[in-house]
């Protein structure tokens, strides 16, 4: 999907314009498509189904038996992609959601999808975006509509970690994170409020993620899903034991029947 046109450069206001009493002078400013790329963007509207990379498509397609793709070739394939969707005809449009939609049938195939996704907007320099898809039509093949979200959010936080630089996989080949990556480290001391590190081993919050997979996995330094989920699991526990000791009593209505 080509998401910027070269053909036409682009330009800021020219002339002169008064701020505050002052006359500013706004020179002729052209925008490459690098710049435009590397500024930070918000997308609020964006189809997952409708960004899918050809090559993708293809592989996808040949794994789930889908033989009715315009192409097989990926530059072919993205060639026809990009003419139905500037054909100016509604249904040459809608005829291009009939293959994704087909090849988004499986855990694979949306966790792959989601996963690139996330990656691609992160290539094109989005720092947020709302991605809609009906998750009604991707259970086909047997998956429930639970099962389409979880995969789906499952791809996205590891194209975001991918995109970060710390994704990685266990010995089942599942999605983890690298624990003695820099890249964890810097990232996580990225978003904390606080500046405190240890001497032996940097910031806080690395310190944390290290000390839960020690405790709640197996030590190896890659914290996987279900040492996560684990360690999500106590913390949970141990907040919400004050309530299940001192909240709120539940109430328990029995009915009866007498009949004379």
Partial sequence: ?????????????????????TSVSLMPT????????????????????GGLRPQTIIEL??????GALPATDADKLGQWFRDSADSGSLERYIETFDHTI?????VEGLQRVAREAAEDLADDGVVYAE???????????????????????SGFRQGEANAAGLGTTDAQGNFAVDLSSPGVCATWA???NSSQTTAASGPVDCVMLVR????????????????YTRAFSAWYNLAHAPYQFY????RIRVGLEVVL
């Fill in 131 to 153: 991605i809609r898809w009906a998750p009604e039509q991707h259970v086909e093949q047997g998956l429930s509509l639970e099962q389409v979200v979880d995969c789906v959010l």
């Fill in 30 to 49: 052209q925008l490459s498509a690098d710049s435009v790329v590397g500024a930070p963007k918000v997308l609020l509207h964006d189809h997952l189904d």
């Fill in 190 to 192: 990225g978003r904390s």
């Fill in 212 to 227: 839960a997979e020690q405790r709640y996995g197996n030590g190896d330094g890659i914290f996987t899903k279900s040492e």
């Fill in 102 to 106: 087909a090849v988004m049938q499986t």
């Fill in 1 to 21: 999907m080509s998401v910027f046109n070269n053909s036409r450069p682009w330009s800021l206001a020219t002339g002169r314009h008064k701020l505050h009493g």
């Fill in 247 to 250: 909240g709120q009593g539940r």
């Fill in 61 to 66: 397609a040949q794994k789930v038996g889908y």
